[in-house]
């Protein structure tokens, strides 16, 4: 199917386990993003990655990691989870030379950290 | 760093207008966009602006964009209950060669019969 598919959509997790949500795109979009989206704060931003191998942290990394060894996935771990860290996680992605057709996003993935 | 900011609830009653605000930072953004999200769902773009742009008009959507206050606003003609979603607005602000988009914190809006 064509478009970005996050997986889970949900997942509850304990205190301190690893998990890791999955993001895949079909355009081979150069840009991906993770966001997390919390009553008050909206969308802040995670990492990024402008292409294969290239990362870089965002506005809220601490906790977190990810990798992009294929232009299509950007997973992202939540090394020892922590309970700030129950969010609902969007990924997206864009062309630089298409801005002109915005970031498109997942369904997001609702984390419930107990 | 400095945030895009949106007022958070806005009500209105169904075949009024709706008009969203949003004061957003860097100067040299090229786009400024209107994302809408829907209950359970991620966002989806609603209409872009481009910064050479004053006005852009959509179907019931219109535009508006101040540069000199940085002020961007979206209007939402004969407002729907199928309207009621919240709204974001995004900037793209350069970092290091890229092209990184903000966004607000979201304008609920909530339409009433």
């Known amino acids: 199917d064509a478009g970005i598919t996050q997986s889970p959509r949900y997942k509850i997790t304990e205190t301190g386990r690893q998990v890791t949500l999955m993001c895949h795109q079909t355009?081979?979009?150069?840009?991906m993003f993770w966001y997390r989206q919390d009553l008050g704060h909206g969308l802040r931003l995670i990492y990024y990655s402008a292409a294969a191998d290239i990362t870089d942290k965002g506005e809220v990394p601490d906790g977190y990691v990810v990798s992009r060894s294929k232009t299509e996935n950007f997973p992202l771990t939540l090394e020892s989870a922590t309970r700030s860290q129950t969010s609902v996680y969007f990924c997206?992605?864009?062309?630089?030379?298409?801005?002109?057709?915005?970031?498109?996003f997942g369904s997001g993935t609702r984390l419930t950290v107990v | 760093g400095e945030d895009v900011e949106q007022s958070l609830f806005l009500s209105v009653r169904e075949g009024d207008s709706s008009v969203i605000n949003c004061t957003y930072t860097d100067s040299s953004s090229t786009y400024l966009y209107w994302y809408k999200q829907e209950p359970g769902a991620g966002l989806q773009l609603l209409t872009y602006i481009f910064s050479n742009m004053d006005m852009k008009q959509d179907q019931r959507l219109t535009v508006l964009l101040n540069k000199k206050d940085k002020h961007l606003s979206l209007r939402i003609a004969d407002t729907q209950t199928g309207d009621s979603a919240i709204y974001f607005c995004?900037?793209?602000?350069?970092?290091?060669?890229?092209?990184?988009?903000?966004f607000g914190r979201g304008t609920s809006l909530i339409v009433h019969p």
């Open positions: 355009w081979s979009h150069s840009y």
């Open positions: 997206a992605s864009s062309e630089e030379t298409q801005l002109l057709n915005g970031y498109t």
């Open positions: 995004a900037e793209i602000r350069p970092s290091g060669g890229s092209y990184i988009p903000t």
